[in-house]
């Protein structure tokens, strides 16, 4: 089985773990400062059947070949892959809002609750579901709020079947 090195967070883990979506298996290197991903990260790379190890590393190995998670031309953005099924609406007709994205600090992107609000009033009457984990979101009212109650794998199902989600940046668009 080959090692592979594989540095950065969620959206990296998800476009080398597609760059790595063929018949044969791998053991993942994983290099990353932000230890508060790995449960996330290893969720995203557990949806792929041909990663059978996950292992995060503090430096870099130069001997172990590495794949960036920057995206390329020719791959397979859509596979199939083994998501939960999460029944939102009957239709499946709703928009997810994801307000915040990365970090939990004052860096983080965000979308202010006000323009939160203001979007929810202008899209009605569709439905809006609310995803992520920043929990000053919460309280905002809306078809489906789920803010801090969802897996990763979670998300990207309700998102997959969503006509379209509106995003405090692209990382929730990488795990569609």
């Known amino acids: 089985m080959e090692q592979i090195l594989v540095r950065g967070t ?19 290197l994983h290099y990353t400062i932000h ?48 998501l939960p099924y999460i029944p939102i609406s009957p239709d499946e007709s709703y928009i997810v809002i994801c307000p915040h994205a990365g970090r939990e600090d004052m860096m983080a992107r965000k979308i ?4 939160i ?9 569709i439905r809006v579901v609310m995803l ?3 929990k000053q979101y919460k309280h905002i009212r809306c078809y489906e709020n789920l803010i801090g109650e969802t897996s990763i794998t979670e998300v990207m199902s309700i998102i997959t079947v969503s006509y379209t989600h509106l995003r405090a940046h692209e990382t929730s668009l990488h795990l569609v």
């Open 35 to 82: 230890k508060q991903f790995y449960n996330r990260i290893k969720e995203i790379y557990s949806i792929f059947p041909n990663i059978k190890g996950v292992e995060f590393v503090e430096f870099m190995y130069p001997e172990v070949k590495e794949i960036s998670g920057i995206p390329e031309k020719g791959m397979t953005w859509f596979p199939k892959l083994n």
């Open 117 to 125: 609000r203001k979007m929810i009033e202008m899209l009605y009457p």
């Open 132 to 134: 992520g984990t920043d």
């Open 10 to 28: 969620l959206g990296d883990c998800f476009c080398a773990a597609l760059k790595l979506n063929k018949n044969e298996n791998f053991h993942i």
């Open 112 to 115: 202010d609750r006000d323009s």
